[in-house]
């Protein structure tokens, strides 16, 4: 393997992760996540080729997971691999349907393991150098339509508070950004939103924008709150976010008839 694969091993607990690691790290390139939201910036910031998932986290659950990265990129290979039966979350044939290419519960057979993690990054790469030549017409195309922003917040920060940096984007437009956050902010708090974004020669810039919160809303683990934070002067400090915003926004606009 000339280039390694990398592999995103997703799990609340450290023995696990480090175990797993032990496992892959000869062959692959490890990345590690100790819940769903982290795991959803490390995907949006790199090139993840297959995940292994743990179900049962606080937050965001395995399955909550699952569905965000298979939306986020329904190419990315996800293996379930959990301490506990599917309970609650569902049947191993339901995670499956919702896009995992295997479920295991502990402990698995390791041969057997490996021989899936090398098939499942196969195929994928294979679908990934069959995508090409579509890619890089639709990255052409004023029409194509992106339904999220390569965009990720490194910290957010509001006053006497240590900055929040386990923070998933969900939507941003000229107005403002929608987050999932663990912590809680009030309505009209203030806040610094470190924002980083891609650039046309796949590099990426960091802006900061201080805005102020709109809205926030518990979901229903009680754990993660949606907050929508409000821009008022991203204009005039920040030029280049707000053309790249603006482009976003034009590529998800429906076309004209």
């Known amino acids: 393997m000339n280039s390694k694969s990398t592999v995103l091993i997703v ?20 990345e590690e996540a100790d819940g769903g939201l982290r795991a959803m910036q490390i995907i949006r910031k790199r090139t993840v080729d297959l995940v292994t998932l743990d179900l049962r986290m606080p937050g965001m659950d395995g399955v909550a997971v699952l569905k965000s990265i298979k939306e986020y990129n ?16 569902g049947s191993a044939a339901d995670l499956v349907r919702l896009g995992a290419r295997s479920y295991y519960t ?25 995508r090409i030549p579509s890619i890089e017409s639709a990255l052409y195309n004023r029409r194509s339509r992106f339904r999220i922003p390569m965009i990720s917040i490194s910290s957010l920060t509001r006053l006497g508070i240590h900055p929040t940096s386990d923070i998933l984007v969900q939507d941003i437009c000229t107005h403002g950004i929608g987050i999932l956050c663990p912590e809680k902010f009030q309505k009209g708090e ?10 046309d020669r796949g590099k990426t810039t960091t802006e900061s924008i201080v805005g102020e919160v709109a809205w926030t809303s518990p979901l229903q683990n009680g754990i993660t709150y949606a907050i929508h934070i409000r821009f008022d002067r991203i204009g005039k400090e920040n030029p280049r976010l707000l053309e790249y915003i603006k482009h976003h926004e034009e590529m998800n606009s429906p076309p004209l008839s």
């Open 74 to 89: 329904p190419h990315i290979e996800v293996m379930i691999i959990t301490g506990y039966g599917a309970g609650n979350q």
């Open 106 to 130: 502990k402990p698995f057979n390791v041969p057997q393991l490996m021989v899936e993690i090398a098939q499942a990054i196969d195929s994928k790469k294979k679908l990934d150098r069959s």
């Open 11 to 30: 799990d609340d607990e450290t023995g696990p992760r480090e175990s797993l690691k032990l496992l892959l790290k000869s062959h692959y390139r490890v």
């Open 190 to 199: 203030f806040v610094r939103v470190e924002v980083i974004f891609g650039t």
